[in-house]
């Protein structure tokens, strides 16, 4: 990286990753910030300060500034009132997704402007490319593609991507804890963090009982019926459920079944085999271009349905401000409403929309 005096404000959650971003920007001579966000109120009550403490430590370390914002009700009205909301709607959504849009890089990153930084950094594994004259910056996947996030990241726009720095996507994780531990830093070791912050044991089902009882909502038992319209089963209320799964769904049929369709209205699941789980393509709504300002039509791209898919050829077969409709090369198992569909082209990520329906 080059030399630079810009001051850089770098979202730190007290992990490993940031730390090493933090330490990489200084070696660059930025004037470096750390900032942190509270963000949700966690099952443990020391649980939301300690992440700070811990970034505070590790600014000490560094001699940098630490400054916390407390985003716990945004969050909470953008992420996790989404988050319901989406379940309740008989879709999945990706909850970070929407967080790096509206928290991260909005609320948390608006903060570090208006305090005087000049760039936004994170502990992301992904890559950019700086816009030409007159043209537009690019998210690339990251070197190390079992690390990549830029799946996460399909929803920034040209502004974001404009104030933003990627400082470990050229680097593996063990390169990073081996910069961490040659720099002693306390967060050297430290461990994953789990799939959903705001999730501590993983456990969406718990969370969302918890969450709907909080809001005085009830969803009753209803029927599970296959996709030939046979009632089957019992299921415990269908926002327990997602497009694809196959454990718990307590039916005996004698061979592999999974969910192949929710409906919210008649609180009914659709279970079926796994050929009657796949779609030749699917249309998508709220399209964020990043590569260009519109695809093409029958432009070929690599398509990644969820966040730890590796992608598969598809084209766009329509494509305009509201969606786009696209179709696979080869059907693909489990296309989920509420889940984020991204467009590659080779590294590049092209943009992506959230999955509103699978195409049979």
């Known amino acids: 990286m080059a030399a630079h005096e810009q001051r850089v404000a770098v979202a730190m959650s007290g992990g490993v990753d940031s730390s090493v971003a933090a330490l990489l920007l ?39 500034p630490h400054q916390v914002v407390d985003l716990r009700d945004r969050f909470r009205k953008s992420v996790i009132d989404g988050f319901v909301a989406e379940y309740l709607a008989g879709r999945t959504p990706n909850p970070c997704v929407l967080c790096n849009l509206t928290i991260k890089w ?30 537009r910056h690019l998210l690339r996947r990251a070197a190390n593609l079992d690390k990549d996030q830029s799946y996460a990241l399909w929803r920034l726009t040209q502004e974001q991507l404009a104030r933003t720095l990627f400082p470990l996507g050229d680097l593996t994780k063990s390169e990073v804890r081996a910069i961490a531990t040659a720099h002693g830093l306390p967060a050297a070791h430290k461990t994953e963090s789990q799939e959903i912050c705001f999730i501590h044991d993983d456990n969406y089902q718990r969370f969302l009982a918890e969450e709907l009882e909080q809001r005085g909502i009830t969803i009753a038992e209803g029927e599970i019926i296959t996709v030939e319209g046979k009632r089957v089963g019992r299921h415990r209320g269908y926002p327990y459920y997602t497009i694809g799964q196959r454990k718990g769904l307590g039916v005996a049929m004698g061979h592999p079944v999974f969910v192949t369709a929710i409906d919210p209205a008649a609180n009914r699941i659709t279970i079926g085999q796994k050929e009657q789980l796949m779609a030749t393509g699917l249309q998508a709504q709220n399209p964020n271009w990043i590569a260009e300002a519109e695809p093409r039509r029958g432009e070929p791209v690599e398509a990644r349905i969820r966040y730890k898919d590796p992608g598969y050829p598809a084209l766009i077969e329509e494509a305009g401000p509201e ?25 590049i990520v092209l943009g992506g929309g959230i999955i509103t329906r699978a195409l049979s």
Request: aromatic share 8%; hydrophobic share 45%; net charge negative.
């Open 106 to 135: 909005g609320a948390l990153c608006k903060f570090a402007l208006e305090s005087g930084a000049d760039l936004f950094a994170t502990g992301h594994y992904a890559r950019l490319v700086p816009a030409p004259p007159g043209g």
């Open 323 to 347: 969606g786009f409709t696209l179709r696979f090369l080869e059907p693909r198992p489990a296309v989920t409403p509420g889940q984020s569909v991204v467009l590659y082209r080779g590294e």
């Open 26 to 64: 200084l070696e660059a001579n930025y004037e470096v910030l750390g900032i942190t966000m509270l963000h949700f109120d966690a099952d443990s009550e020391d649980t939301a300060p300690s992440a700070a403490e811990e970034a505070a430590m590790i600014c000490r370390h560094l001699g940098i």
